[in-house]
């Protein structure tokens, strides 16, 4: 973690503010029911079996599982994760690039009547991932390997509206905005975009930018890990930065 992304951060937090900064009713609302809801659920217990296991797996040399467990975005932010999609309760739901299992149980676990469709790099991950969500009872996700960009069009093709899509993948200010706008053409009122790893390096602080400015978007909420965008209409344009 270098330098600049540690300055990014406590930059963030001076700046950002807690739902009680707000003025949005809307945003208000979800901060106070979702973000800040830090109370223990059964299920966060029942998901974070996987981790262990991944981290345990005697097939995972030490230095692999070293730069597994760097990789695995921590519970607190997953738990978040899945506290924003059990909260829109979308039928479908696009998981980009994340790959690692983690990410796809939470999202899967939130929404259980939904469909979940993960799209990962190669058939190995994909069947590693499927393998390991199969250990923990998770059956409601679909995944397909190749291309990302490739495999997020064929997806918008078949797809009428947006519900719920989750940006991770590569930390490139050409994929994010390469994916958001594949997005425009499927987006509604009810639809949320999660991007993550908004401060990453200079590209992803250009792509967040790009999308805020768009007219599209009503309304932004950056939580300096993730980025949450909003197509609300009939609200004025507003950005918030949340500490979380």
């Known amino acids: ?62 230095k692999g599982a070293e730069q597994l467990k760097k990789g695995l975005r921590s519970p607190r932010l997953l738990q978040l994760v899945f506290r924003l999609a059990a909260y829109h309760q979308p039928h479908q739901l696009i998981e980009i690039g994340t790959g690692d299992a983690m990410t796809t149980a939470y999202l899967a676990k939130a929404c259980p009547a ?31 390997s190749g291309d990302l960009i490739h495999q997020f069009k064929t997806a918008i093709e078949i797809t009428e509206a947006l519900d719920f899509v989750y940006v991770g993948g590569k930390n490139s200010r050409s994929f994010v905005l390469d994916i958001f706008d594949l997005c425009l053409a499927k987006t509604n009122e009810h639809t949320i975009l999660l991007f993550d790893q908004l401060y990453w390096n200079e590209e992803m602080k250009e792509a967040w930018q790009t999308i805020k400015n768009h007219p599209e978007v009503t309304v932004t909420i950056d939580l300096f890990w993730f980025g949450l965008v909003y197509f609300r209409k009939g609200q004025a344009k507003e950005h918030f930065k949340l500490k979380f």
């Open 114 to 144: 939904a469909n979940l469709l993960s799209l990962v790099p190669t058939a190995e991950i994909a069947a590693g991932a499927k393998q390991n969500l199969e250990l923990i009872g998770v059956h409601n996700v679909l995944f397909t």
């Open 1 to 62: 973690m270098g330098f600049k992304y540690i300055s990014a951060y406590f930059k963030h937090r001076f700046a950002a503010k807690t739902r009680h900064g707000t003025h949005s009713p809307f945003v208000y609302k979800l901060a106070d029911e979702v973000i800040y809801d830090f109370s223990p659920k059964k299920v966060y217990a029942e998901i974070e079996v996987l981790r262990k296991k991944l981290l345990n797996d005697h097939k995972i040399q030490l």
